[in-house]
């Protein structure tokens, strides 16, 4: 016996709309926010990484900053200012985050010699790291809000 359902097409089409508008929104509503959340983490002391407090300042840069933690790597602000979150052109609607200031790459990836070691103060995942559970958390409820606009505007 062959049973033909009439309207999968146009339902199928349906949920794939509702999927795109799901990514739509949610690429939008994460790029306007997530560079905020990790420059908030960065500036209250802590690697938005790995979730740590940083390093404290060397000695001779206490002269500069007036202290030796906690360490927000905020001198001019020009190395936060300069995090950039823009969306890669794939299917996926993958959104990149990135420091474009040389010092962030030296805090970042590098790290700064001192007298007492290498300090590296990470500020953006690498490949097989995630950001700390707070971010997710964030990106999550980011996500959560995507779905429900999304949901309440099939249901008009």
């Known amino acids: 016996m062959t049973i033909t359902v009439v309207g999968l ?13 799901v990514s739509k929104n949610f690429s939008k509503e ?9 420059i908030e983490v ?14 404290q300042y060397a000695k001779s840069y206490e002269k500069i900053k007036g202290r030796r933690k906690p360490v927000d790597l905020l001198v001019s602000g020009q190395m936060l200012n300069s995090i950039r979150v823009f ?6 609607g993958t959104l990149m985050v990135k420091f474009t200031d040389k010092l962030a790459v030296i ?10 070691g290498k300090v590296i103060r990470r500020l953006l995942p690498r490949r097989g790291e995630v950001f700390k559970a707070e971010i997710q958390n964030y990106i999550l409820k980011i996500l959560k809000k995507a779905v ?9």
């Not at 097409?9 to 508008?21: G, H, I, P, S, T």
């Not at 969306?87 to 996926?92: A, F, H, L, T």
């Not at 990836?109 to 007492?116: A, F, Q, T, V």
């Open 9 to 21: 097409k146009k339902q199928k089409r349906k949920y794939a709309d509702f999927l795109k508008n």
């Open 30 to 38: 994460l790029k306007m926010d997530i560079a905020d959340k990790i």
């Open 42 to 55: 960065i500036l209250s002391g802590r690697s938005p990484v790995k979730g740590k407090q940083f390093r």
């Open 87 to 92: 969306q890669k052109r794939d299917k996926k």
């Open 107 to 116: 805090h970042d990836k590098k790290g700064i010699k001192r007298k007492d």
């Open 148 to 156: 429900k606009k999304s949901v309440n505007k099939a249901n008009k």
